[in-house]
């Protein structure tokens, strides 16, 4: 069902509450997600995003219920991947001469997905479209965070459409944030940050202050995932400015695979001795087994420092391990601090190589790794403690 905003501004998106994985498995989504559109009526009445396309009928369907589909004179896609774009072939079918306003790169993408000849209008930033008593001002947001990304906003009603900006991937029946439990958008939010727009902190420092220099009057963000900011709309964005900028808390996590739990054991010894040293760090231990991944990645960017072990296994380290250091390299963390463990019975490269994997993703290293030979006995353990209190004292 569509939800107002404002007297001219409908919600017409789709919460999808199965939705557990995104981006094909790269993301989780255990709670799920919602894909917003938004339905602008003034004198000229405008369609910002659509849905995924698993959701294109239903999405045009409810979208008939609001609107003759031949009144909408405008449609703006922000952002053009599948999850934003996905619903634009079903609704282009009954309204093929509709302006498109995208970006240049927006067009080349819809053209390279979609594969028709519709009728694009490119923008670019400073750009506006009148509609009535509203103007519409385009603000280009590159790898915010595709090539094609692009913020609307709506002067009359002092609104930012702002996509895959201040969103979260987060299903619920409340519309505002003032409505939701704020723990939970919080922490989806971050989550949401630390696994897609990281890699871009460069690029949001610069739109944060370029959008912020503007001085744009705002009652409300609605991103195209999750809620509708209104109430706490300063909040996040002084998360963001938070968050881009190398952030990272008084924590230290430690992340481990392990065969027979030798591996584990030093993971747990080394944490004891980083406890002992700095009682007030937050420290985690997290399996990358049991632990979900995209989780392990959140807590990491929350980190000051972050260990990781493996077993020695055919000469190398874990496949677990290896998805987490390459995810971690992908993601560009900055400004943080690293050494790497291990356990092995009888050639013992994996810390060696996970402490030249983890420098190459940019961590600074501040110890050589650690290695036990089998399962640890306790002069091991206690080394490990060591390794963990030598640790602690590098921050």
Not at 114 to 125: E, G, I, R
Not at 155 to 184: M, V
């Amino acid at each position: 069902m569509s939800k107002k905003i404002t007297d001219k501004v409908t919600w017409v998106g789709k919460i999808d509450w199965e939705l557990q994985h995104f981006h094909g498995d790269e993301l989780s989504t255990f709670r799920g997600s919602s894909y917003n559109a938004y339905l602008i009526r003034d004198e000229k009445n405008v369609l910002i995003d659509t849905v995924w396309g698993p959701y294109d009928r239903e999405f045009v369907s409810r979208l008939k219920e609001e609107i003759d589909l031949k009144d909408i004179d405008y449609i703006i896609m922000n952002h053009n991947e599948s999850d934003h774009s996905g619903a634009l072939p079903e609704i282009m079918r009954e309204i093929p001469d509709t302006p498109i306003y995208c970006t240049k790169m927006g067009e080349t993408i819809i053209r390279g997905m979609y594969h028709q000849d519709w009728n694009f209008v490119n923008v670019k930033t400073g750009d506006t479209l009148n509609i009535g008593e509203s103007t519409l001002t385009f603000v280009e947001a590159k790898f915010l965070h595709w090539p094609d990304t692009m913020f609307t906003y709506m002067d009359s009603d002092k609104i930012l459409f702002s996509n895959d900006g201040f969103g979260e991937h987060f299903a619920c029946e409340e519309l505002f944030d003032y409505q939701a439990n704020l723990d939970d958008v919080y922490s989806e939010a971050m989550k949401y940050y630390a696994n897609i727009l990281n890699p871009f902190n460069t690029f949001v420092k610069k739109k944060l202050a370029e959008v912020l220099a503007m001085n744009l009057p705002l009652e409300y963000v609605c991103p195209s995932h999750g809620i509708v900011w209104h109430d706490h709309i300063q909040d996040i964005i002084d998360r963001y400015q938070k968050w881009c900028d190398a952030y990272q808390e008084d924590q230290i996590t430690i992340v481990y695979d392990t065969m027979w739990n030798a591996t584990r054991h030093m993971a747990e010894a080394i944490a004891e001795g980083i406890r002992e040293t700095s009682p007030e760090t937050r420290v985690l231990v997290l399996s990358m087994t049991k632990s979900d991944k995209n989780d392990i990645l959140t807590e990491m960017f929350r980190s000051k420092g972050v260990l990781v072990g493996s077993p020695t296994i055919n000469n190398g380290f874990s496949y677990a391990t290896a998805g987490i250091l390459e995810m971690a390299k992908g993601l560009k963390f900055k400004g943080k601090k690293a050494a790497a463990f291990g356990s092995y019975g009888w050639s013992g490269e994996a810390a060696k190589k996970i402490t030249a994997e983890l420098a190459d993703a940019g961590f600074e290293i501040v110890a050589d790794g650690q290695r036990v030979k089998w399962a640890p006995d306790q002069d091991a353990l206690e080394a490990c403690r060591e390794y963990g209190r030598a640790f602690a004292k590098a921050f």
